[in-house]
């Protein structure tokens, strides 16, 4: 895969305020509740459907404009949203309240809230995906899992995914890694965010497809009167910027740039890559293409 796989739809993970169109699918034979040009908030009904088994809401999971209402079908709405994008995911489209479980408590015993998306700053173990699903969270977002326990559970092949092939299943809730497979903690940046938004609709999509650039996201939607930043934003790579690891060995380690090469520089995949001399916290320092690099702040 081409290090270009890598690079995030937006060119990095954490955008504050982004215009967004999105199409809020509605299951077979729901009943919509809006029209066309209807303000709708993160948390109201688009639309019910109605079984034996009870009512189940679609909720918007943003603030926006109702720009297009197929029946029985879908609801498209525009807004603002603060976009965070994951390295890897699985799982369809889901609206929920942001649920951060308390620490100490058993992950085997734990009480998660039906309907809502479930935050775990660590690696997220095949327990705590269990209980999520059990308890009836619509999704989780966590900062990396096993790849044989999130195989386990979403009955699906990883490799199939980061190939471009469509799982043939539906994982049983939509599961978003921010830092990906392996054992990692969550950027504090996106930690940040996350926090600020607790019990607050947060609209999650774990679609991946690395070849088309496609990451999973989640959309923490903004008032009506945000203003959305221009995209893409500019790089900010100069001399002196803090600056994060995306991917590779060294992935999630941060520091400064010390110096930016006027020339590309051989990368550990042997192509010639625009590069930075980073110096990292531990007062060591690292040559990495300005592909692999975030910047912070």
């Known amino acids: 895969m081409s290090i270009s796989a890598l690079d995030y739809p937006h060119g990095r993970p954490l955008i504050s305020a982004v215009a967004v169109r999105r199409r809020r699918l509605l299951p077979p034979g729901a009943t919509p509740f809006v029209s066309l040009q209807e303000q709708v908030s993160p948390g109201q009904a688009l639309a019910e459907l109605r079984t034996d088994a009870g009512i189940t809401a679609s909720l918007a999971g943003l603030a926006g404009r109702v720009v297009e209402v197929a029946p029985g079908q879908s609801v498209t709405i525009e807004g603002a949203a603060t976009l965070i994008n994951g390295i890897l995911g699985v799982g369809g489209q889901v609206a929920g309240p942001i649920y951060f ?10 009480q998660l809230p039906r309907g809502s998306v479930i935050v775990y700053p660590m690696r997220a173990p095949l327990t705590l995906l269990q209980r999520a699903y059990a308890s009836g969270a619509v999704g989780v977002i966590a900062a ?74 989640a959309l923490l939607p903004l008032p009506l009167s945000a203003t959305p930043t221009a995209t893409p934003l500019p790089s900010a790579f100069t001399t002196g910027a803090l600056a994060r690891v995306t991917a590779g060995p ?25 590069s930075a001399l980073l110096r990292l916290e531990d007062g060591s320092t690292l040559v990495a293409p300005l592909a692999l690099l975030d910047t912070i702040g």
């Open 101 to 110: 479980p308390q620490r100490g408590e058993s992950l085997a015993l734990v």
């Open 144 to 217: 990396s899992a096993s790849a044989l326990e999130l195989e386990a559970f979403a009955r699906t092949d990883l490799t199939a995914v980061l190939d471009g092939f469509a799982s043939q299943t539906t994982p049983p809730l939509t599961v978003l890694l921010t830092e990906g497979l392996g054992d990692s903690q969550m950027s504090p940046p996106i930690l940040r965010a996350l926090e600020q938004r607790v019990n607050d609709v947060i609209l999650l999509d774990g679609q991946t497809d690395p070849r088309r650039n496609i990451r999973p996201e």
């Open 250 to 274: 060294r992935r999630g380690e941060s520091g400064r740039i010390g110096y930016l090469f006027s020339q590309a520089q051989r990368s550990q995949t042997d192509q010639w890559e625009p």
